[in-house]
């Protein structure tokens, strides 16, 4: 749209406020991709909800007050330039902000109970394995990060996107891209990509090929690995099944 240009930055980090708060209020944030999914599902909800819409109602009633103040990237300085030279268009934010609110108004976004699932894969197994205050002080400092190669992780989201879309020559090809990025040479922390791997096998339902990456894993990182919980997902799966 024409307001969307750097002389109107103001007018551009109002609507993304306002929009971000009109999602907050419902509870729902669309993901880019599959617009059925509620990117808030089991992260904002019940009482952080309400107070991160107050929050966010105050911050925008507050006319850039505290966001001038912000240093990361000279964003401050920029919205003090801005505020000064008074370059806003109320009028079209205030159409879009209304064509946003009706949208909302009008479809079932509000009531849409799936999301993209982000799995325990990406993160560390904090309850198996040392006192991690016992461990070397270069290893301990990943134990509160999720981490992982970015091209793997890549391949990783659009086996997501593309299997929540039923497109699946995309999604095949997804998951072989997803086999030749964890082959190569420099790939850092492997164990995490073979966790994400042997997730999207899961749900390919390639089990025994699954827990054989798992245990592979494991290998590589006995304590503190989340291979450890779709392990035993795996196992209960099998239980009650």
Not at 188 to 198: D, F, I, S
Request: hydrophobic share 40%; charged share 20%; glycine share 4%.
């Amino acid at each position: 749209m024409e307001f969307w240009k750097p002389n109107n930055l103001l007018t551009c980090l109002n609507l993304i406020l306002k929009t971000l708060s009109l999602w907050v209020e419902c509870g729902v944030c669309p993901n880019y991709f599959i617009t059925n999914e509620n990117m808030f599902l089991g992260k904002v909800h019940g009482p952080f909800r309400k107070q991160l819409h107050g929050f966010l109602v105050h911050l925008i009633d507050q006319d850039f007050k505290y966001l001038t103040q912000i240093g990361c990237d000279g964003l401050g300085q920029a919205l003090s330039e801005a505020c000064s030279k008074q370059q806003t268009q109320p009028d079209a934010l205030h159409t879009v902000i209304e064509a946003l609110q009706r949208k909302h108004d009008s479809d079932d976004h509000c009531r849409r109970s799936t999301a993209l699932y982000l799995p325990s894969a990406m993160r560390c197994c904090r309850s198996v394995g040392a006192d991690p205050d016992l461990r070397d002080p270069k290893e301990k400092y990943w134990y509160d990060w999720a981490v992982v190669d970015a091209r793997p992780y890549m391949y990783f989201l659009q086996h997501l996107v593309y299997s929540a879309l039923g497109m699946e020559k995309h999604r095949m090809a997804a998951l072989d891209n997803l086999f030749w990025s964890i082959t190569q040479k420099r790939i850092m922390h492997p164990e995490t990509c073979l966790n994400v791997l042997a997730y999207c096998l899961k749900q390919e339902g390639q089990l025994n090929l699954a827990l054989r990456y798992l245990l592979l894993s494991l290998q590589l990182k006995p304590e503190h690995n989340a291979a450890v919980w779709q392990i035993f997902d795996m196992l209960n799966q099998r239980y009650h099944n």
